[in-house]
């Protein structure tokens, strides 16, 4: 239950209008984009939203805590790597807040992202009375 649930929080920060910057790898050419080149030298670990999208798609993912990390680790790079000032560090902020938000919500009481129901006799009873009403026993 805890990969679908990361897929759908996956999907639900794709779809952010911030997280264009943390789709796809960047760094894999250099000279693309100079002002870029020292990125692998300043961040480590480098890995994006397609990087966790098919590590989930190939079972790569042993834990959820795995996931969180990945996903973590994307806006803690370009925060590192980006000044404060720098529009790449805000959407980082903004994007990890979305993140840790429908991250936290989806996983409420560990169901992760299931809808738990109640028993729901006692409101279908009361429900049912509501539309049709208890008909009273004619005495003869």
Request: hydrophobic letters at 30%.
């Given at each position: 239950?805890?990969?679908?649930?990361?897929?759908?929080?996956?999907?639900?920060?794709?779809?952010?209008?911030?997280?264009?910057?943390?789709?796809?790898?960047?760094?894999?050419?250099?000279?693309?984009?100079?002002?870029?080149?020292?990125?692998?030298?300043?961040?480590?670990?480098?890995?994006?939203?397609?990087?966790?999208?098919?590590r989930l798609?190939?079972?790569?993912?042993?834990k959820p805590?795995?996931?969180?990390?990945?996903?973590?680790?994307?806006?803690?790079?370009?925060?590192?790597?980006?000044?404060?000032?720098?529009?790449?560090?805000?959407?980082?902020?903004?994007?990890?807040?979305?993140?840790?938000?429908?991250?936290?919500?989806?996983?409420?009481?560990?169901?992760?992202?299931?809808?738990?129901?109640?028993?729901?006799?006692?409101?279908?009873?009361?429900?049912?009375?509501?539309?049709?009403?208890?008909?009273?026993?004619?005495?003869?």
């Amino acid at each position: 239950a805890w990969k679908k649930h990361c897929k759908k929080v996956l999907k639900r920060v794709k779809k952010n209008d911030r997280s264009w910057p943390f789709w796809e790898p960047f760094w894999d050419d250099p000279e693309a984009d100079p002002e870029t080149a020292d990125y692998l030298t300043v961040v480590k670990e480098p890995i994006c939203l397609d990087f966790v999208d098919a590590r989930l798609e190939q079972d790569t993912y042993g834990k959820p805590e795995d996931f969180l990390a990945d996903m973590r680790l994307i806006f803690s790079n370009a925060k590192s790597y980006n000044p404060p000032e720098h529009d790449y560090h805000k959407m980082a902020d903004k994007v990890s807040a979305f993140f840790e938000e429908i991250w936290a919500t989806g996983h409420e009481g560990n169901n992760w992202g299931q809808v738990t129901q109640k028993d729901p006799s006692k409101s279908l009873l009361k429900s049912q009375q509501k539309i049709r009403p208890q008909l009273k026993k004619k005495t003869p």
